[in-house]
């Protein structure tokens, strides 16, 4: 399957919906988050941000990290595990 990562600008004015423009796509999100870094540091106007999209949803690149397990997260593995 053929993946790419989409790199959109986003327009939104304070009293009008968000307009989304394609601005490149990317095999990679490395790629992807180099090229949106480089739109952010020319960008000069507040109206206009950058996001990624794939075919499930957006990337938050700050937050973007390998984990190794949901156990790591202290995510409970059963209902057992869970407290309030």
Do not use: H, W
């Not at 399957?1 to 423009?21: A, D, G, H, W």
């Not at 984990?67 to 595990?81: C, F, M, W, Y």
């Amino acid at each position: 399957m053929n993946k790419e990562i989409v790199v959109l600008r986003r327009t939104q004015f304070i009293s009008c919906k968000p307009n989304y423009v394609v601005e490149k796509t990317a095999k990679s999100l490395d790629e992807a988050a180099k090229y949106k870094v480089a739109l952010e540091l020319l960008n000069d106007d507040k109206a206009i941000t950058y996001v990624l999209f794939n075919e499930v949803g957006q990337f938050d690149v700050d937050t973007i990290q390998k984990v190794e397990s949901e156990k790591e997260l202290g995510i409970p593995q059963r209902a057992e595990d869970m407290t309030r």
